[in-house]
């Protein structure tokens, strides 16, 4: 195809597709004539003329509308702007001094005017495209908008000394409400915007019932009824971190030092604690054994600053024999009713790993507390820094914890003191005379020496960490000497 201005001779030429294609051309003196030629299916040549209109395109006009209003003291506008470019617009109130002026892009834009006595009628004026003064004028329809009814729903409490509500609202705009609680004495005012919005009211004795109030387009009041449901929100909490595991690993030669390599139970541990306000509602406990390098039965608890009784059940331990007493909910039973409970997790490692072998894949207990009783620790840290984890070895009386962690009830005490041990209870358990421990907590997966290695070996900073009482070298668990430990 190719085109030319008649008379002046510049010309292109282009492919036109099927259907509307468009081009443009510079503009010349005189008539600005183009002459369009192209082939035929038989290779003719064929050619149309046409002289330019000459008129640079014009905009559209702006339209203007009346909307409904959502309260009588307004009145709602909306202009419809069809080109693809904005326009400064004044609007003024006939009959009034109000005025103002609005930046108009492409599309729909709204506005209010004050609402006055007689017809609302405005007039909006603007330029269009070439300069010429334009406007367009019209009289209010002087309507409310239909406001749709609200929806009132309980929605649980983060703190039980008060009781949470959402107003849901269906409507584009936001609808005056008062509430009252039932029996309380108590009131409240608020504005509800689109969508859902939240309120409280303060805890009353016995049903908190409360109800909501608003006017429709036309002034009558409406109302809305509904009962408290009394629930606290669920907040999880997990320790180490979510997704992370910390571990434990003990020596099971005490009292004696042993080969102290540490790698005779070792448990990667997850803690999720679900908070129902500020109680503690239930806990998961997520084990993974990762080894087992002992000729010994070793089984492994916790000792928890819990009373007994306020735990509803526990599910998820593993046993391998009948030796360890329950109560009926899945806590040990035979120990001192001192405000304190003990799980049992796993009775014997044994059962679960292969003695000193080193399986790619741990044996994974997941563990379920529900509590029955309010359990209240404001930092789940705070209930973690009360955990006692132990292991005990051979049979029930003889327990390895923490250092300077108490022994359970069910221990036996004339082990205390012995051999390398320097227990002096209350103040110092489980530590030798230069305060090395039998026992080890890590915030992340650790690291075991390989059999028979000593641990003060596999980590050149762990004997200085344990002799400070773990203020110094608090990160020794990060540089092992990498031939010395399993992967």
């Known amino acids: ?41 038989y290779q003719e040549e064929k050619s149309t003329t046409k002289a330019s209109g000459g008129a640079a395109c014009n905009s559209e006009n702006l339209q203007l509308t009346s909307m409904c209003s959502e309260t009588p ?13 904005s326009f400064t617009v004044s609007w003024k109130v006939y009959g009034t001094e109000h005025v ?22 405005v007039k909006i004026f603007w330029q269009d495209r070439l300069g010429n003064n ?21 929605v649980c409490s983060d703190d039980a000394q008060v009781r949470r509500w959402r107003i849901r609202n269906p409507n584009g705009f936001e ?10 004495g108590v009131s409240g005012s608020l504005q509800a915007p689109a969508g859902d919005s939240f309120f409280t009211t303060p805890a009353n004795s016995g049903v908190n019932t409360v109800k909501i109030f608003w006017k429709d387009e036309e002034g009558n009041i409406k109302q809305k009824t509904k009962a408290s449901s009394n629930k606290l929100c669920s907040t999880v909490y997990y320790f180490p971190g979510e997704n992370k595991y910390g571990s434990l690993a003990y020596e099971d030669l005490w009292p004696n030092r042993g080969d102290y390599d540490f790698n005779d139970v070792v448990v990667d541990f997850n803690i ?3 908070y129902k306000g500020q109680f503690i509602d239930h806990l998961k406990l997520s084990f993974k054994l990762k080894t087992n390098g002992t ?22 331990t593993v046993r391998s024999s009948n030796t360890i007493q329950d109560m009926g909910n899945g806590v040990e039973g035979g120990h001192n009713a001192d405000g304190t409970s003990t799980i049992v997790i796993f009775d014997d490692a044994s059962a679960l790993v292969v003695p000193f072998t080193h399986p790619a894949s741990p044996y994974e207990i997941n563990v379920m507390i529900d509590f029955k009783e309010e359990v209240g620790f404001d930092l789940v840290e705070d209930f973690v820094g009360g955990l006692n984890p132990f292991i005990f070895v051979n049979n029930r009386g003889k327990e390895v914890h923490l250092a300077n962690m108490l022994p359970t009830s069910l221990a036996d005490e004339s082990l205390l003191g012995t051999r390398a041990d320097v227990t002096q209870l209350p103040n110092t358990s489980y530590v030798t005379s230069n305060g090395l421990p039998w026992a080890i907590y890590t ?17 050149p900073a762990f004997q200085t960490w344990a002799e400070s009482g773990g203020t110094s070298n608090v990160s020794w668990y990060l540089s092992p000497l990498t031939s010395e430990i399993e992967d």
């Open 73 to 85: 003291d307004v009145r709602n506008w909306r202009i419809r702007n069809p080109n693809n470019e």
């Open 443 to 459: 915030p992340v997966s650790f690291s075991y020496p390989k059999e028979e290695v000593e641990i003060t070996k596999a980590y």
């Open 175 to 184: 609808v005056s409400v008062n509430w009252q609680l039932y029996g309380a």
């Open 295 to 316: 000729i010994y039965k070793n089984g492994f608890g916790i000792h928890m600053p819990v009373p007994a009784e306020s735990i509803e059940n526990v599910s998820g």
């Open 1 to 41: 195809m190719l085109l030319g201005l008649a008379g002046s001779w510049p010309s292109g030429e282009g492919t036109a597709e099927p259907g509307d294609s468009f081009f443009t051309t510079t503009t010349e003196e005189g008539a600005n004539t183009l002459i369009l030629k192209w082939r035929g299916n």
């Open 134 to 154: 334009k406007s367009t004028t019209k009289a209010s329809m002087n309507r409310l908008c239909k406001v749709e009814k609200l929806k009132l729903t309980s």
């Open 272 to 274: 999720m604690a679900v």
């Open 100 to 121: 103002g002026t609005i930046e108009v892009p492409e599309g729909d834009v709204y506005f209010t005017t004050p609402a006055v006595q007689g017809n609302n009628t």
